[in-house]
């Protein structure tokens, strides 16, 4: 059996947490919307996201899903994959970032040093 990849189009993704994990930003959108992808190439999303309460026990993050057809095919419709993300282990650290800028004549300098807690 040959196998060969056609050129997918991707309609959307969407991150479906788990109750303990939540989105760093307000307004979160698909990365991949409208995205052609040719037989050879792969895509990728970066979301931050962050545990609302630290627990001693892994924490599961979700799942992934991601709406796609074949190029090819345009009259089908969307297939959704869905993946399950890894569960991670959480704990809490505060971290202080601080920033000393000094300005002489018209060069500036920033000094960036971070803290953990």
């Not at 994990?21 to 990365?31: A, E, L, P, T």
């Not at 991949?32 to 026990?57: D, F, H, M, R, Y």
């Not at 970032?97 to 000094?111: A, D, E, H, K, W």
Request: with cysteine; proline share 4%.
């Amino acid at each position: 059996m040959n196998l060969t990849l056609d050129d997918r189009n991707m309609s959307s993704s969407s991150l479906n947490m788990s109750s303990n994990v939540c989105h760093v930003d307000k307004v979160i959108q698909s990365q991949l919307q409208g995205v052609t992808l040719n037989k050879s190439e792969g895509a990728s999303e970066c979301i931050c996201l962050k545990v609302i309460n630290s627990t001693p026990i892994p924490v599961s993050i979700g799942t992934y899903s991601v709406s796609w057809r074949r190029k090819t095919d345009e009259s089908s419709p969307y297939v959704d994959t869905v993946f399950p993300l890894p569960t991670v282990n959480t704990e809490y650290s505060f971290i202080s970032v601080c920033c000393l800028v000094i300005r002489m004549n018209s060069s500036t300098t920033c000094f960036l040093w971070w803290q953990v807690m």
